[in-house]
């Protein structure tokens, strides 16, 4: 019987993904469009073959990456819900304290002006 992963294994799998520089440079290519395994590691050339498909590995496990058979080639795509999912947990929560911490810097420089 499978187990589920957790929602706080699972972002540890995103944060571990994104840690790698490597990876981040993989993701941005998939950002701007679907790519197949070839055209990632021809585009990491000071790479060999295998570690540019173990960096993609992580990416599949966190979810950052899909793919999918199209005759002999695979075709790798951006899943973008896991980056959202990190955002809307740590980032939006931060950004709503700054923003509550500007205004409050605001409201006092306007009553003591």
Not at 5 to 14: G, K, N, Q, T
Not at 64 to 88: C, S, Y
């Amino acid at each position: 019987m499978a187990t589920r992963v957790s929602e706080d294994e699972r972002d540890d799998a995103v944060f571990k993904a994104l840690a790698n520089s490597t990876r981040r440079r993989i993701l941005d290519m998939l950002r701007d469009e679907p790519r197949t395994t070839g055209e990632v590691c021809t585009a990491f050339s000071d790479l060999e073959r295998t570690t540019v498909l173990q960096h993609i590995r992580v990416l599949e496990r966190a979810e950052l990456v899909g793919g999918r058979r199209i005759g002999r080639t695979r075709q790798l795509a951006l899943a973008p819900l896991p980056i959202k999912r990190i955002h809307d947990r740590w980032i939006g929560e931060y950004t709503r304290a700054a923003v509550g911490l500007l205004a409050d810097l605001d409201d006092g420089a306007k009553n003591s002006g």
